[in-house]
């Protein structure tokens, strides 16, 4: 079954503004991974967090991650047009069964 | 070097027919996946294999099945394909459970 949901599942801003999406999933993980997918293309690993940190960053990209909500946002700063793509949000439990992703925030910078 | 190629990029075949899609992976990796996406762009896991242990997503098909001739393959074969099966097919690479994983650029599969 499916773990994340991001929210929202569309965000349109303008360039240099920034973009906040949010993940929420429902079991205990291991890990949280962000991912960006460019249109057509595979998916890029942007950041892992681990379940016992609460924040970190990654150039423009800030991560954070409450477990007790079981939440986690991703804040890009400073948008740019080529930030355009969708995002995923990907969990890892204890189990050997891989990464499981959410549905996805599509994200459009406006020049 | 690409580090996860998958082979076709495109993919359109008759129901009924079998096919292959070929992943290699150059980065020593330990694992390896392949993941499906719809048309909602949807990801859902299908396969993870390691050298000692095959994982399979129980709501795949029997039809698809994972061959690994060596740990730096992980190929896909689908019997019998049906309209449902169209989609993108993803295959991943991961060090070990718990790091982040590198993708393919994905085969476009298209039944008609």
Redesign the interface.
């Known amino acids: 079954s499916?773990q994340g949901e991001e929210d929202p599942q569309a965000l349109s801003i303008q360039e240099g503004e920034n973009a906040t999406m949010n993940c929420s999933y429902k079991t205990s993980i291991?890990?949280l991974?962000w991912?960006r997918?460019n249109s057509g293309?595979?998916?890029?690993?942007l950041i892992?967090i681990r379940s016992n940190e609460r924040e970190k960053h990654s150039g423009r990209l800030r991560v954070t991650l409450d477990t007790s909500k079981k939440s986690s946002s991703l804040l890009i700063t400073a948008s740019r047009a080529a930030d355009t793509a969708?995002y995923?949000c990907a969990t890892?439990g204890g189990g050997?069964?891989?990464?499981?992703?959410g549905?996805?925030t599509h994200l459009i910078i406006q020049p | 070097d690409t580090a996860v190629s998958q082979t076709p990029k495109y993919l359109v075949t008759q129901m009924g027919n079998d096919k292959s899609i070929k992943c290699e992976q150059n980065l020593g990796h330990d694992t390896m996946y392949w993941y499906k996406q719809d048309s909602k762009k949807f990801l859902k896991i299908m396969f993870s294999y390691n050298n000692k242990e095959l994982i399979i997503n129980e709501t795949v098909p029997n039809r698809f099945s994972p061959k690994s001739p060596d740990k730096a393959h992980l190929n896909l074969h689908i019997n019998s394909l049906e309209l449902g099966d169209s989609a993108v097919y993803f295959c991943a690479s991961s060090q070990m459970s718990g790091y982040g994983y590198t993708f393919g650029s994905g085969t476009r599969l298209t039944v008609v």
């Open positions: 499916q291991n890990n991974q991912y997918q293309r595979g998916l890029v690993h892992l969708s995923f890892l050997a069964d891989g990464l499981t992703f549905k996805g």
